[in-house]
């Protein structure tokens, strides 16, 4: 940790910040070094997998919120009534959140193509 705030000319705390990410993402794991108390690390070398994990972690947690939101809206639709005109409105939308959903799934298929491909 010393050897990269002096490298990278940053604090120790924003150094101990960072290095905490990369360990939640396993791209960097501690080693311990026989006769020393200082952290050590080693950065993992498989680099296309950590790319691939984070932009999969962060396409399905995006997603997954929008289609959580998606489906509160659907309920308050639900829980109209349709007088009149505002059938055709309502048939609108639903037809909207259909084509969203169709395509979250179809993200969701690419992603997992994608995994495969790439690994």
Same mark, same amino acid.
């Given at each position: 940790?010393?050897?990269?705030?002096?490298?990278?000319?940053?604090?120790?705390?924003?150094?101990? /910040?960072?290095?905490?990410?990369?360990?939640?993402?396993?791209?960097?794991?501690?080693?311990?070094?026989?006769?020393?108390?200082?952290?050590?690390?080693?950065?993992?070398?498989?680099?296309?997998?950590?790319?691939?994990?984070?932009?999969?972690?962060?396409?399905?947690?995006?997603?997954?919120?929008?289609?959580?939101? /998606?489906?509160?809206?659907?309920? /308050?639709?639900?829980?109209?009534?349709?007088?009149?005109?505002?059938?055709?409105?309502?048939?609108?939308?639903? /037809?909207?959140?259909?084509?969203?959903?169709?395509?979250?799934?179809?993200?969701?298929?690419?992603?997992?193509?994608?995994?495969?491909?790439?690994?």
């Amino acid at each position: 940790l010393d050897d990269m705030c002096e490298t990278l000319k940053i604090s120790k705390g924003n150094a101990s /910040m960072n290095i905490r990410y990369l360990e939640q993402w396993n791209a960097v794991k501690k080693s311990w070094q026989k006769g020393s108390r200082k952290d050590y690390y080693e950065v993992n070398p498989e680099i296309q997998k950590i790319i691939i994990n984070r932009l999969r972690e962060g396409v399905t947690r995006r997603l997954d919120n929008f289609i959580k939101n /998606m489906e509160e809206m659907e309920k /308050m639709l639900k829980s109209i009534n349709s007088p009149g005109g505002q059938k055709e409105t309502l048939n609108f939308y639903k /037809m909207r959140f259909k084509k969203i959903k169709d395509m979250n799934n179809l993200i969701n298929k690419f992603i997992l193509v994608g995994e495969k491909f790439l690994t």
